[in-house]
Structure formats: C-alpha cells, structure tokens
C-alpha cells in the first residue's frame, strides 16, 4: 500500500510539529552532525576563555577593559575580513601586514607631509591596496604563480616601500586631538543609537524569516514555525541590548569597532545574498567545476585580492589613528599572523569554499581577549604566541575533522 504524502499538506499538524522549536532543535543537532558546526566551536572555546580570565582577574570583564578589547579587535579585524574572501577560494595572502603598514604610511606622507585632505589621502590608499590585490590575481591567472610566493614577495617589495616613504625617521605622527586621531581612541556612540542598534538584527531576522516562510507555503513547501523564529530573535536582541547595557556602564560603544561590524555585515549580505558571493563558495569548492557551470573564474579571483589588500590598507589606516601616528613597526610583529589566525579561528577553512564574514570578528575577538587577558595577568607575551598557537592548530584540526565528516556523510 502507497505511503500517504502527508508532507506536502501544509495543514497537517505533523508537519508542523516538525518544523516547530522541537524540530529547529533536532536540525541543529543534525547539521553538527553532518559536519556543519557553524560558529558552535568558537564561541564555546570563547566562553572557556572568558571564564578562565575572569575567575584570575574580575578587571577582565568589567566595562572598559572590554570597551579597550573593542578597540584593539577593530584594526585587525578589518585586515582579517579581506583574509576570509582569499581563504574561502583556497588561497592566501602573506602579505596583508605590509599592506597594512604602507596604508599607514600613506596617510601620514600625504595627510601630514604633504597637506592633502585626508578623504583623498585614505583613498589613495585604498587604491594602491586595490592595484597590489589586482595584480596578486593576474600572477594567479596568466602565469600560474602559487598566491603563496607572489604575496610573500609582495610582503617584501612593501615593507621595503613603507620604509621608502617613511624615510630616516621612520614615524609620522599624526595631529593628536584631530577628528581622524579620536576617532581611533575616543569616540563612542550614544547610548541610544547602539540601543537602537542592538534591535536592528532582531528586526531584521523577523522580517526576513517571514518571507522565507511565506514563499516556501507558496510554493507548497513545508516551512518553519513562526514561534521558533520569534523566540530567537527575542534571544538575540536580548543578548544585544544586554551587552550594551553593560558596555554603557563604563564608555559606552566605540565608533570604530560599530564600522568594523558594519564592514562585516556588508560582508555577510554579499558572500550569502548575492550572486557574487555564491560564485566565491562555488569557485572554492571547485574552480573547474565553477568554470564549466559559466563562472569567471579569473574575475572571482581578480575581486577576491583586490578586496584583500583594500582591507588590509583600510586596517592600517585604522591602527594609525590608533596609535596617532604611521611608523615602520605598524603591520610589523604578529599582526600578519594574527588576522590569517582570526579568520581561520572563526570558522574560515583553509580548503577553501566555507567561510563567513562573522568568522573575522569571532576569531578576532579570541584573539584578542587572549593577549588582553595575559597582559592584565602581567604575564609575557611569549605565553600569548604559545596559546594563540595552540588554538590555531586546535580551530584546523576541528575544520579538517569536521570536514572528513561532511564527505563521509555526503557519501552515506
């Protein structure tokens, strides 16, 4: 006897008895089955840490030591947002440090030396970084060259031009008390706008819910409950307005970490929500099988470099306003390691076609709460290297195993 099709009656109880709170818990646990962990490891390795460092010292988490933690993920985070588009095509650029550093040298030579407005002088910049990620692309496509030695080359050929440009003195400082020099060290929002913040995501995950729900009824096919939907963007704005309460209790939200978040959903709404952004996962999956299913190949990668470098000069623009001044250390040190570690800390995969924006602030945040914690412990940075280290193979091990799982399911 012939099953009855009940899934496709969209009155039936069953089917929405599947699809409600019950059944969004039971696809969760499916998907991490399956492999698709998400942002499930980083975020339980972050709580593990935040405990540590708040059981060895209550400061750790009080209001402005995380408003100053805040400030310190913003610069290097916009560097690791261009790290998640090269990694998601199976790539990488070694030499987003230098990037950096010649974007902050390139502001205090024509901002302060030669008196060009400073709009002009960060989007000359941003232009270089443009024409240096271009051309990491056409050595990738015309000749073949592995990203891997053209960006370690370019590491070199641009820290020899940030010394070039910085000349005998090797430092800028930049005007302390201007607009740009706050906007790196004090400006914070008012509470209402990131109140007002902190309510946009929940709107928005309503919203856009409903009308998927909407369209797959239409379409006569099973969707998911409303209640479940509503709970969690409840969860999530309480979450949000819960932590800006706290951050308001001492200085409130910087303004440069609100662009650096800003940055990232922009990210997020082109890697998930345009065509451009399906060609990126499906080039990294597969470039030969992308190229056969119409795909510019060339061009997917020409916007990948290109966003890369421009981020990675925009970080630099950022850290001088930080440190109110461009010098030869800036870009120097870890910071080249660190943004490749946040991405790949967040959940980015280094075989390419599995990344997401939030991976840069997540893997950014690890980062940075670890070196924050251990210097409130007066411990010495060799300790930061050694855990940074250690979570970085930990974050490669987890993708490769949650890989191995995801062809083994595929294939069952």
């Known amino acids: 006897m012939t099953e009855p099709k009940i899934q496709l009656d969209r009155g039936d109880s069953r089917v929405t008895h599947a699809t409600g709170l019950g059944g969004t818990i039971r696809a969760f646990f499916n998907r991490v089955k399956a492999g698709d962990l998400g942002s499930l490891p980083v975020v339980v390795g972050l709580a593990i840490i935040w405990s540590v460092f708040t059981a060895l010292n209550p400061i750790f988490l009080s209001p402005n030591n995380l408003v100053n933690l805040l400030f310190d993920c913003s610069t290097v985070g916009i560097i690791a947002l261009g790290i998640v588009c090269v990694l998601m095509l199976g790539e990488i650029d070694l030499s987003v440090g230098s990037m950096s550093g010649v974007g902050s040298a390139m502001v205090g030579v024509l901002w ?13 910049a941003l232009g270089l970084g443009a024409l240096i990620g271009a051309a990491y692309a056409t050595l990738r496509n015309r000749l073949g060259m592995p990203s891997f030695v053209s960006t370690l080359s370019g590491l070199l050929a641009l820290l020899g031009l940030q010394l070039y440009m ?7 400082n930049l005007p302390y008390g201007s607009g740009f020099v706050n906007f790196g060290q004090l400006l914070m929002m008012p509470a209402w706008l990131s109140y007002a913040l902190a309510l946009v995501p929940g709107v928005v995950m309503v919203a856009s819910g409903l009308r998927t729900n909407a369209r797959r009824r239409a379409a006569n096919l099973s969707a998911g409950s ?5 709970l969690k963007a409840a969860i999530t704005t309480a979450v949000l307005v819960a932590v800006v309460a706290y951050l308001n209790l001492g200085r409130g939200l910087p303004w440069m970490f609100g ?33 056969r299913a119409g795909i510019n190949v060339r061009r997917i990668y020409i916007s990948a470099f290109m966003l890369c470098s421009m981020f990675a000069a925009l970080g630099g623009v950022m850290s001088s306003a930080r440190l109110a001044s461009a010098s030869q250390q800036a870009g120097t040190g870890d910071v080249n390691l660190n943004a490749i570690a946040a991405a790949v800390i967040g959940g980015t995969s280094l075989f390419g076609g599995r990344g997401s924006a939030w991976a840069a602030l997540l893997g950014i945040i690890v980062i940075q709460s670890i070196a924050n914690g251990l210097t409130l412990l007066n411990l010495s940075s060799s300790l930061r290297y050694m855990i940074t280290g250690g979570v970085l193979a930990i974050a490669v091990i987890v993708d490769s195993l949650a890989r191995q799982s995801r062809q083994s399911h595929g294939r069952a």
Not at 112 to 124: C, D, K, M, R
Not at 166 to 172: A, E, H, P, V, Y
């Open 166 to 172: 910085l000349g005998s003195t090797g430092s800028i």
């Open 112 to 124: 302060v030396g030669q008196g060009v407005p400073l709009p002009v002088a960060i989007g000359v």
């Open 226 to 230: 409303s209640g479940g939907l509503l």
């Open 259 to 291: 662009l650096f978040v800003g940055l990232v959903v922009v990210m997020d709404y082109a890697l998930t929500r345009t065509q451009w952004g399906r060609s990126m996962k499906a080039v990294g999956g597969n470039a030969e099988a992308a190229r």
